[in-house]
């Protein structure tokens, strides 16, 4: 009988044992399935619109000379400075000193001093020529500065904001 008695106190002890080790939990709630909202459709188009060109512009030009201010601009003897328009719109050329380099975009504007023009920025070599680099500078900013262009039986005239002015013979 004192075996009887002792299984039955281990049962309970296990029993005892065993429910206060183990938690009950809620089950886990199943996760509310959503339905995507449909988005309205928009159909995208692109307008593909080509740069504007001018076949008149394109090629190697001649600086003839310029009215800067209210003086003409010097030429440096010996030495012709250019410009040559690329029909990619990019532009290169010979300041004097330098070669530079950039790039021009046709606005599509026209004045009474011409087809509407922006150029730039323009990059170039960095030499000092000693007797040329102010020429040069002030020639490129005029460059850069374009806001008009005209031609006229090859002959180009580029004018800038302040109506500054350079005179190009094509070649």
């Known amino acids: 009988m004192k075996s009887l008695l002792f299984l039955v106190c281990v049962v309970l002890f ?13 089950p886990a709630p ?23 060109t001018d076949p008149t512009l394109v090629g190697n030009w001649n600086l003839e000379g310029g009215m800067i201010g209210a003086g003409t601009m010097p ?9 040559t328009f690329n029909s990619d719109g990019t532009l290169t050329g010979y300041g004097g000193c330098n070669n530079f380099f950039g790039s021009y975009t046709l606005t599509g504007q026209t004045s009474e001093f011409g087809k509407g ?11 000092f020529c000693a007797g040329t680099s102010d020429l040069e500078t002030t020639y490129l900013a ?16 580029i004018r800038t904001s302040t109506l500054n002015q350079l005179s ?4």
Request: proline share 9%; aromatic share 4%; charged share 5%.
């Open 14 to 26: 296990l029993g005892i044992l065993v429910a206060g080790c183990t938690t009950t939990t809620a």
């Open 117 to 127: 023009i922006t150029v730039g920025p323009i990059g170039s070599t960095k030499m």
């Open 168 to 171: 190009y013979i094509k070649v």
């Open 30 to 52: 199943t996760p509310a399935t959503t339905v995507p909202t449909p988005l309205p459709t928009t159909i995208v188009t692109v307008a593909t619109t080509a740069p504007l």
């Open 75 to 83: 030429v440096i003897p010996n030495t012709q400075l250019t410009i």
């Open 142 to 157: 005029n460059v850069q500065n374009a806001k008009y262009y005209s031609i006229t039986n090859n002959k180009m005239l």
